[in-house]
């Protein structure tokens, strides 16, 4: 091999080697702006979580209210599967405290509120959505409506999936109402009656 052949084969390996680590990094990014998305989805799963258990634990019987009236209350074997859901492990309990528990005669302990006093509460995102969406005449894009949100609520800052799925929530307890125009999705306040 000539040292010129050597010499240009040199060359187009550093070459695809600084394409490849270019390539490696800007994947990198992309891994690290998904991994920031999840995180931040997965902190607003555990808030629903937290608020479902805090409603359970208020109430006196353990149905949320969209449940029908005919599904069973929660038993002590699913409640060992939502445990292992939410991360948490189940409570244990005693062989009579389980048996009360599946004939629906115990009430599960109530929680105690871990959020400080004097701590303002924001509205829902649902409702902040739907806010907006009432101040407008026509549908409205989730990406404007998130745009809105960032400029209206700076302290607010949902990813835009978050955002979606929040609007496709109203949709289907017919809050609002999805439209298509092509390939975009657009949504608007339910008529009220």
């Not at 070459?15 to 390539?23: F, H, K, N, V, Y």
């Not at 445990?83 to 599960?108: I, N």
């Not at 924001?122 to 990406?143: F, S």
Request: net charge positive.
């Amino acid at each position: 091999m000539s040292s010129q052949s050597a010499a240009t084969l040199r060359t187009r390996y550093v070459q695809q080697a600084a394409s490849d680590l270019e390539e490696n990094r800007r994947l990198q990014q992309e891994l690290a702006e998904k991994m920031r998305v999840l995180k931040q989805e997965e902190a607003l799963l555990s808030d629903i979580i937290h608020l479902a258990e805090q409603y359970e634990g208020s109430s006196g019987s353990s149905r949320l209210p969209e449940q029908a009236q005919h599904e069973p209350a929660l038993t002590g074997a699913k409640q060992g599967a939502r445990g292992a859901v939410t991360g948490k492990a189940a409570p244990r309990r005693s062989a009579p405290a389980k048996a009360a528990l599946a004939q629906g005669t115990a009430k599960t302990p109530a929680k105690t509120p871990t959020k400080a006093k004097g701590k303002a509460r924001q509205p829902l995102l649902g409702d902040t959505l739907l806010d907006l969406l009432r101040a407008h005449n026509e549908p409205r894009l989730a990406k404007e409506l998130r745009d809105e949100l960032l400029a209206k609520h700076p302290d607010r800052t949902p990813t835009p999936q978050v955002v979606r799925n929040t609007l496709e929530s109203l949709v289907a307890k017919g809050r609002i109402r999805r439209h298509k125009q092509q390939r975009s999705v657009m949504y608007s306040p339910e008529e009220r009656s």
